[in-house]
């Protein structure tokens, strides 16, 4: 059963950061594209960063520079590190599986002093 597990939200003060996790289960990891996306409220999903299996990167303009996405394929793990947070990063923030489709079931985070 292939799965998709991400935590690591939570509230943060602008300017802070914060470090999402997306564990992965019945799939052979390092051979997959992985990427995280969010959605704000009122608002449609939007891309935010993804990683090829061979360590290629791309991120959205609004986050270049903030947010660093990487992976640990030993873990299966899928990491985001947001550093400079600013309030309109508020969102739910999803991992995927770009050759499924496969999505997570997301994990809040809330950007406010």
């Known amino acids: 059963q292939v799965q998709l597990v991400e935590s690591g939200g939570g509230l943060v003060q602008p300017g802070g950061s914060l470090r999402l996790s997306c564990t992965a289960s019945?799939?052979?990891?390092?051979?997959?594209?992985m990427g995280w996306y969010r959605q704000a409220p009122g608002k449609q999903r939007e891309f935010v960063a993804d990683?090829?299996?061979?360590?290629?990167?791309n991120y959205a303009d609004s986050v270049k520079g903030r947010f660093t996405i990487s992976r640990d394929n030993a873990a299966n793990i899928l990491y985001l590190e947001m550093d400079g947070l600013k309030p309109e990063d508020t969102a739910v923030y999803y991992c995927?599986?770009?050759?499924?489709?496969?999505w997570g079931q997301g994990t809040q985070v809330t950007v406010s002093s």
């Open positions: 019945g799939i052979i990891f390092s051979f997959v594209d």
């Open positions: 995927k599986d770009q050759f499924r489709g496969l």
């Open positions: 990683i090829m299996h061979n360590g290629r990167t």
